[in-house]
């Protein structure tokens, strides 16, 4: 059994910064891509950055140069910095692990509960 458990969501004002951690834990072999995605109300859960083993990244288009991924392999946790955040930012945010729990077999995919993240003053 894999768990995926997100930290660091809140309340923040326009202009701010958060960072989102998220731990994969439990039988894994091994972890092949981790990422966040985010959904607003009344609309569908979207990619915002992705990372994979081997360390190459990609961004949605409305968050690059705002938000940086980053991963520690060893303990299967990526983070979500969040910088200069806009209002348009508010949404759930939900970590995605692609992973294998055994050597050799097929990628299983793993979301966290997800964590808020509003952006007001």
């Known amino acids: 059994q894999v768990q995926v458990a997100e930290s660091g969501g809140g309340l923040v004002q326009p202009g701010g910064s958060l960072r989102l951690s998220c731990a994969a834990s439990?039988?894994?072999?091994?972890?092949?891509?981790m990422g966040w995605y985010r959904q607003a109300p009344g609309k569908q859960r979207d990619l915002v950055a992705r990372?994979?083993?081997?360390?190459?990244?990609n961004y949605t288009d409305s968050v690059k140069g705002r938000f940086t991924i980053s991963r520690d392999s060893a303990k299967n946790t990526v983070y979500l910095q969040m910088n200069s955040l806009k209002p348009e930012d508010t949404a759930v945010y939900y970590c995605?692990?692609?992973?294998?729990?055994?050597?050799?077999?097929?990628?299983?995919?793993?979301w966290g509960q997800g964590t808020q993240v509003t952006v007001s003053s």
């Open positions: 995605n692990a692609l992973v294998r729990t055994i050597a050799g077999g097929s990628l299983l995919n793993y």
């Open positions: 439990g039988t894994i072999f091994s972890t092949f891509v």
């Open positions: 990372i994979t083993a081997g360390g190459m990244t």
